[in-house]
Nanobody, 120 residues
Framework: QLQLVESGGGLVQAGGSLRLSCAAS????????MGWFRQASVKEREFVAK????????LYTDSVKGRFTISRDNAKNMVYLQMNSLKPEDTAVYYC?????????????WGQGTQVTVSS
């Protein structure tokens, strides 16, 4: 069983930055693609970004391209989401998740989420 714990959320003004972290309970480097998702109130959960096991491949949703950067440190079992130029519409609960492969749409493991609030 893989457990994921997010941290780093908070309140920030528009234009500011936050870095989210996701700590995995065990090694994920050899098997898991890691992703970030978000869910705003009264909206469905949406994909934000993902990174393959080596860090060599990434994918972002269009609305965050050029502003967010996903990265991972396999030695520390950590995944990060650097969020710059934040906008009020980025306000949501952000979730870290793990999938078996980069092309796998099924994320089997999820964290509990961390709240990000961007004020205008």
């Amino acid at each position: 069983q893989l457990q994921l714990v997010e941290s780093g959320g908070g309140l920030v003004q528009a234009g500011g930055s936050l870095r989210l972290s996701c700590a995995a309970s065990r090694r994920t480097s050899t098997t898991h693609t890691m992703g970030w998702f978000r869910q705003a109130s009264v909206k469905e959960r949406e994909f934000v970004a993902k990174i393959n096991w080596s860090g060599g491949s990434t994918l972002y949703t269009d609305s965050v391209k050029g502003r967010f950067t996903i990265s991972r440190d396999n030695a520390k079992n950590m995944v990060y989401l650097q969020m710059n130029s934040l906008k009020p519409e980025d306000t949501a609960v952000y979730y870290c998740a793990a999938a078996r492969a980069f092309g796998d749409p099924d994320y089997a493991y999820w964290g509990q989420g961390t709240q990000v609030t961007v004020s205008s």
